[in-house]
């Protein structure tokens, strides 16, 4: 219902999932998570009417947004992880470098932080060729997106999110999906939901680096001090693969993935007239 | 006849199988037996398989007179008031209406330990004496919805409940009487435990789930279901607090732990030993078959308790799991499966003491798809808390269920109607018949008069919904307002391309109607020809043609 839902083509892989029109996908009756955080999976003042469901991925969100007064959670795991089932690996390719994801800021609000230091700390350790994976606020910015063409690293971006409906790519995570898989490791300068999928995708981690700062990032959940207390396992140059897998797992609600049918109901997706 | 009797008046009575099946395990054979108060035919019966010599004490003259019709010389029959009663001793005494209707509107008023000590005066030193006194305490009691004045149809001329020697609790009842006895708590008149297993029991244990079942079927108009009073009690160690009525024991052993229409228990190390009996076919179709029910039982919380936690706790992960092992264990039978009645051990299941089979075989998924349906009644009646969405309550979280349990959900097809049925509306077809039928066996109460609780809460709900709608009314303009602003940055973009149609369209006719674009295109057209010399000529022509005249 609420155009966040189309945000990444999120809804559209769930429609696909479902067996239903993929381009098309039934309204959604609640609110869907499209993005891993450390609060109730929301941001701190998002819109939510009275009555509305709200999917997470995980239960760690449902039990924050209970705390928060908010009722009618379903947890039913990230669409990426749907994404993995609908799109297997057509033949496992020889997998190099490192696919490394710089903190996006968003359509509201703009990165600050030191590129250049940035820059130097990631040849200092990667072991291979390195993508940078850069969303289109940065991407659209010359000043941003030279830092790392100029440092001699491929730079990518798989489309927006769109708003309001329009401008969605619905191939933004098939497309994060095929990169993913091209790379050995993944990383970024912050824990964030790119890390989580780049392990579900068969990544080896890495966050390290500047977290840098966004204009008006709201602290109400924790910020970096709590993610650095809640999963220190995810953060590092190198890190325990296992411990990370199982981590991404909970994280993202492998254990709460729902089969097609019910997931029709759940949604209200039945057939109607 | 003796004095105090009345009439007229009758004292209404119930057969108790249960509390039969008790006295016929505890009464001694061929002793001098007074039955004191009313008692149903089948009450009287079981004590006159043992004795030959039963005297019964009624109030009610017609009461008598039918009495004595009924059994004839087995039966000496005595209309009066207990404190009209002269008589030698007697070695068995049963009272087990207690000693509220033992005296009539011409007797004198005496207290509870009054009347006591009037039934101590008429038995031997060591005579068996079965005894009920009524719990004022009792979670039907607390939650009767009816004043105090309307509950108690005996007491209209003195109130009873007021008199302070009246025992409420089990070792007040036990102090008060002059007897080593064992004291059972009996649950609305179904089920009857003895208070020591009573006040160990858990919930979702043998005990505690048969405790419920009694109460659930009880008539009493309620305020509210007394399931989660009585699970709090049990949680509590008092689920022997709040039975109905209490049954002394005095001077005899007991034999049995737990006594219901249909079986009788004992505690062991490992669980219960269970004795079944067959009871007679109830018109809904099932039957109770005692040969089902398995010897031993282990002590064990049901499946349903473990799915109502974990539901509660919005885990549906591990209900998942769960209702996937349940899947694989059930197997295709007559005996009915209900979620209340299964028993989880580890990872393991065992049937517990419901023998309620269908005549007929009845198919897995089936079975299952009841098991579900009645779960599901048991779940959303008693307003529990879980992580399903309005819309997916009833046939479709049902069928998610036996989904679940690894029964393939109906295909989904387009609906023909706008509020049709839900597709899963056949495939539940069956269990619905069977659940019903269960329903009606076990004389659960059903919902057409529903408790005071139920009716706030769906108020509640009610208003709930509406501001709920509200929202969701709310949410769909926001929709529309998104897709509108789709629209119009769709119609803004149609506008530019619209007018960059017409600016290349006047462009276009602009370089038709220019000398230029008329020379290039004799000059196409000329170009075509294949006579140069014509060319030439034609070329002369039109360029004297374009020459300014002088």
């Known amino acids: 219902m609420h155009h966040h839902n189309h945000y990444y083509g999120q809804a559209h892989i769930l429609a696909r999932y479902a067996g239903l029109e993929y381009d098309q996908p039934p309204r959604m009756r609640g609110y869907l998570q499209h993005g891993w955080n450390i609060g109730c999976g929301w941001n701190p003042v998002h819109e939510f009417y009275d009555g509305a469901w709200r999917f997470t991925w995980s239960d760690a969100p449902r039990r924050r947004g209970h705390a928060l007064g908010r009722r009618n959670y379903h947890s039913i795991g990230a669409p990426f992880l749907y994404l993995l089932d609908l799109v297997p690996p057509v033949e496992e390719e020889e997998r190099e470098g490192t696919l490394w994801f710089l903190f996006h800021g968003w359509e509201g609000g703009k990165i600050q932080g030191d590129h250049k230091r940035l820059i130097d700390e990631i040849r200092d350790t990667e072991p291979g060729p390195v993508t940078f994976s850069l969303y289109y606020t940065e991407y659209d910015r010359p000043e941003v997106r030279g830092f790392y063409e100029d440092a001699g690293f491929r730079v990518v971006s798989f489309g927006r999110r769109g708003f309001s409906y329009e401008g969605t790519d619905k191939q933004f995570l098939y497309k994060q999906l095929a990169e993913l898989r091209r790379h050995k490791r993944v990383a970024a300068n912050r824990l964030s939901t790119a890390i989580f999928y780049g392990v579900a995708a068969g990544c080896e981690p890495a966050v390290y680096g500047d977290p840098m700062e966004m204009e008006g990032e709201n602290p109400l959940f924790g910020g970096q001090s709590r993610i650095e207390r809640l999963w220190p396992e995810m953060l590092g140059t190198s890190i325990d693969h296992e411990a990370a897998r199982a981590t991404t797992d909970i994280e993202l609600g492998r254990d709460r993935m729902l089969p097609a049918a019910e997931l029709r109901m759940l949604f209200d997706w039945r057939e109607r007239v | ?550």
């Open chain 2, 1 to 550: 006849m003796v004095r105090g009797e009345m009439q007229p008046w009758t004292d209404h009575t119930s057969p108790q199988p249960a509390l039969a099946a008790l006295l016929a395990d505890v009464l001694p054979a061929n002793r001098r037996t007074l039955v004191l108060g009313p008692h149903s035919s089948l009450q009287l019966e079981s004590v006159l398989v043992h004795s030959s010599d039963v005297t019964v004490l009624v109030r009610s003259v017609s009461d008598a007179e039918s009495l004595a019709e009924s059994f004839g010389p087995n039966l000496q029959v005595i209309a009066g008031a207990l404190d009209g009663l002269q008589a030698a001793p007697f070695e068995v005494i049963v009272a087990t209406d207690g000693l509220d209707r033992v005296l009539g509107y011409d007797s004198a008023e005496l207290t509870w330990s009054e009347r006591l000590a009037a039934v101590h005066a008429l038995a031997t030193p060591d005579a068996v004496v079965v005894l009920a006194l009524q719990n004022e305490f009792s979670v039907l009691n607390l939650l009767d919805r009816r004043p105090d004045h309307l509950r108690h149809g005996d007491t209209d001329w003195t109130p009873l409940h007021d008199d302070d020697t009246r025992p409420v609790s089990v070792d007040q009842f036990t102090a008060a009487l002059p007897w080593p006895a064992t004291v059972y708590a009996d649950y609305a008149a179904h089920t009857l435990i003895d208070t020591t297993v009573a006040a160990t029991a858990r919930p979702g244990h043998l005990p505690t789930r048969l405790a419920i079942e009694a109460l659930e079927a009880s008539p009493t108009p309620l305020l509210a279901a007394p399931t989660e009073s009585v699970e709090s009690a049990s949680r509590a160690g008092l689920l022997a607090a709040i039975p109905t009525t209490w049954l002394a024991i005095c001077n005899t052993p007991t034999p049995q732990a737990i006594y219901t229409p249909t079986l009788k228990a004992t505690s062991t190390t490992h669980g219960w030993q269970i004795t079944s009996a067959p009871i007679d076919p109830t018109p809904s179709g099932v039957y109770f078959d005692p040969t089902v029910v398995p010897v031993t039982i282990p002590d064990g919380v049901t499946v349903e308790t473990t799915l109502l936690r974990l539901a509660a706790a919005e885990d549906v992960p591990a209900f998942r799991k769960l209702a996937a092992q349940l899947g694989e264990w059930a197997t295709s039978s007559n005996l009915l499966l209900r979620w209340d009645d299964v028993v989880l051990t580890g990872d393991t299941f065992t049937h517990g003491v419901s023998g309620w089979v269908n005549p007929e075989p009845v198919d897995k998924a089936d079975l299952l798809a009841a098991a579900w349906l009645r779960f599901h009644h048991r779940l959303i009646d008693n307003h529990r808390r879980h992580p399903w969405p309005p819309w997916m309550v009833g046939d479709d979280l049902v069928s998610a269920w036996l989904a679940m349990s690894g029964i393939d959900p109906v295909p989904a097809t387009p609906a023909t109607a706008p509020h049709a049925e839900s597709i899963a509306a056949d495939q539940l077809a069956r269990a619905k018949e069977l659940t019903a039928a269960l329903s009606a066996a076990l004389e659960t109460q059903d919902h057409s008069d529903p408790d005071l609780r139920t009716a706030l809460a769906d108020a509640a709900r009610a208003r709930h919904d509406l501001h709920e709608l509200q929202g969701h009314v709310f949410g769909l303009e926001r929709t529309l307002n998104f897709r509108n602003k789709a629209l119009k940055t769709r119609e803004n973009r149609i506008r530019e391309l619209r007018a960059q149609v017409q600016k290349a369209t006047a462009d276009r006719t602009k370089l038709h109607g220019s000398r230029t674009y008329a020379l290039a295109r004799q000059v196409a057209r000329v170009a075509q020809l294949r006579k140069p010399r014509k060319l030439k000529k034609a070329l002369r022509k039109y360029t004297n043609k374009l020459r300014p005249r002088r």
